[in-house]
T-cell receptor
């Protein structure tokens, strides 16, 4: 059974800093890994999808890496802004369709 | 673009009543839809997988008679919480898988409060 863990559970940093969020998964036989953002009381917004054959994906100030062999992914956020404050979730498929989510990292960017 | 719409966004109901939440795929057809629930400060937990025209597959520990799921068309799935109790109060999110590209899109979620 796939398990996904995210560390840290919460993170607070000053505006402008670069930061890294971590995600680990127990079963390395994954098709892809996704990072999502969730604002309080809202649904999910997909940020980045990394296929199993890829090492990283970039979108603007976001960069996600994937190391299948070690069961790890990181989400790097450059030059953080207060608008980046949200909960960030990573998820991997279990089987063909189900997604298994981590607990999330609650990120606060202080102005 | 592809969007998943959930309705209502929030609902308050009395204990013992039933409440229905709709999940619609806009601009695409979804053979598979997923229902999740999320308690405060916890991650999403998959409740069930809904396939159009067939019975939903429930995750272990989810009562199928309490959480009725209907996926009658390629664009609509409904979750009915029957005989709701305060412990059912939660945030419910659906997602839909595009039958063409297999991309999964998430709805905005529905807040349920049972009083």
């Amino acid at each position: 059974k796939q398990e996904v863990t995210q560390i840290p559970a919460a993170l607070s940093v000053p505006e402008g800093e670069n930061l890294v969020l971590n995600c680990s998964f127990t079963d390395s036989a994954i098709y892809n890994l996704q990072w999502f953002r969730q604002d309080p009381g809202k649904g999910l917004t997909s940020l980045l999808l990394i296929q199993s054959s890829q090492r990283e994906q970039t979108s603007g100030r976001l960069n996600a890496s994937l190391d299948k062999s070690s069961g790890r992914s990181t989400l790097y956020i450059a030059a953080s802004q207060p608008g980046d404050s949200a909960t960030y979730l990573c998820a991997v498929p279990q089987g063909a369709q189900k997604l298994v989510f981590g607990q999330g990292t609650r990120l606060t960017i202080n102005p | 673009g592809a969007v998943v719409s959930q309705h209502p966004s929030w609902v308050i109901c009395k204990s013992g009543t039933s409440v229905k939440i709709e999940c619609r795929s806009l601009d695409f057809q979804a053979t598979t839809m997923f229902w999740y629930r999320q308690f405060p400060k916890q991650s999403l937990m998959l409740m069930a997988t809904s396939n159009e025209g067939s019975k939903a597959t429930y995750e272990q520990g989810v009562e199928k008679d309490k959480f009725l799921i209907n996926h009658a068309s390629l664009t609509l799935s409904t979750l009915t919480v029957t005989s709701a109790h305060p412990e059912d109060s939660s945030f419910y999110i659906c997602s839909a898988q595009d039958r063409v590209g297999n991309t999964i899109y998430f709805g905005e979620g529905s807040w349920l409060t049972v009083v």
